[in-house]
């Protein structure tokens, strides 16, 4: 991981027609996710001889790209997803940055990218939050999302790492990530695959994404909320869905999640719920499991709640199951009530309702 270093100083140039408030206030009424963003922007530029420099807010818009930067050939780009919180006490917070700038520099180390200093990477995020803390939604449970990303700029046709890069941190109001509005999702089991072992898998680069479009929108068609990753090898040990990890409530109180190992992204939510539940004395397994030892548990009632986790959609119940073969229901096909207990939980730290054990809350406003 990148040392921590000087931070520069961020140059400001505020927007000069900034979404007006009557209009900013509609779409915080009623954000959805990922469609409207705010006025600024963070950018900050590498290059192999001046190193990371040039750190600024701009006014939100369009990147000048040559048309033979090397991300539009080579996909060099990784990006991080987290969240900015409302706490109790009126202040603004992230949630566990430290953590998403030691992830990104994982990332850019498997994409051949400089790593990024992780307070300068905490800066970046604080810088944007600070420019547009007044796209905060008014609807339950809303926040700002963040979408630290970066990608090789240097003009070249050729296969090697580029020179120079740029880092980006752009945000948007979110409301809920799921537009279903049932109790649990459902989910597709795919014949395709996400990553194999020695891939990018465990990296949160755009392309592994890309990939998982075709299976996802097949689980769209098929009336699914998310698609399901199996291993590449055995096509047989459940690994995760198209953007989450996943958790597996045994009847005897146990939970089991899959172990990483190079395929699966390690989430940050993830890492938080398997701390929280070992804090509540819970027993947490990171343990190879079959879709076809799933099925069994859950007709036989060993399994009793499947939860999903990640930044967007915080934690979210798995109701239903299905593949080629037929399909299944875990529990009651609702919310249980452990997947619900947890989701409180991490969800009352990071709007600081609750005490923080770990210190991950980060205040930054």
């Not at 921590?4 to 961020?10: K, T, Y």
């Not at 998310?226 to 291993?231: A, I, K, P, R, T």
């Not at 080629?324 to 309702?353: D, H, N, W, Y």
């Amino acid at each position: 991981m990148a040392a921590s270093a000087h931070i520069p100083e961020f140059a400001r140039t505020p927007h000069p027609a900034p979404c007006p408030a009557d209009a900013r206030a509609a779409i915080l009424a009623n954000p959805g996710f990922g469609t409207t963003f705010t006025d600024h922007m963070v950018e900050v530029d590498y290059d192999a001889d001046r190193g990371w420099h040039s750190a600024r807010v701009v006014p939100y818009g369009p990147i000048a790209l040559d048309p033979a930067a090397a991300v539009l050939h080579y996909a060099q780009e990784i990006f991080e997803g987290m969240k900015a919180y409302r706490l109790a006490d009126g202040g603004i917070a992230l949630f566990r940055p430290y953590a998403n700038a030691a992830r990104f520099n994982a990332s850019a180390q498997r994409l051949a990218m400089p790593e990024l200093p992780q307070d300068l990477f905490v800066e970046a995020v604080r810088q944007q939050v600070a420019a547009d803390s007044a796209w905060f939604p008014t609807v339950e449970g809303g926040s700002i999302y963040l979408r630290p990303f970066m990608f090789a700029s240097e003009a070249f046709l050729g296969v090697r790492p580029s020179r120079s890069y740029k880092f980006m941190v752009i945000a948007s109001p979110a409301g809920n990530y799921f537009k279903s509005g049932a109790p649990a999702v459902s989910i597709w089991v795919s014949q395709y695959t996400r990553a194999a072992p020695g891939g990018t898998g465990e990296a949160k680069c755009g392309g592994n994404y890309a990939a998982s479009l075709v299976p996802t929108a097949e689980a769209f068609a098929r009336g699914h909320d998310q698609v399901l990753f199996l291993d590449a090898a055995e096509h047989r040990w459940v690994e995760e869905l198209g953007g989450m990890n996943l958790f597996f409530v045994m009847a005897d109180g146990a939970i089991v999640t899959p172990p990483l190992g190079g395929t699966i992204l390690p989430g940050i939510t993830r890492d938080s719920l398997i701390a929280l539940a070992r804090d509540e004395g819970l027993t947490v397994r990171e343990d190879r499991y079959a879709l076809d030892q799933w099925r069994a548990d859950a007709a036989s009632g060993a399994l009793i709640e499947t939860f999903a986790c990640g930044t967007a959609a915080v934690v979210t119940p798995v109701g239903k199951v299905a593949d080629a073969s037929g399909e299944f229901v875990i529990g009651s096909g609702g919310p249980g009530q452990l997947t619900q207990k947890l989701r409180q939980r991490l969800v009352s730290i990071q709007r600081g309702e609750a005490a923080d054990p770990h210190g991950w809350v980060h205040r930054v406003a």
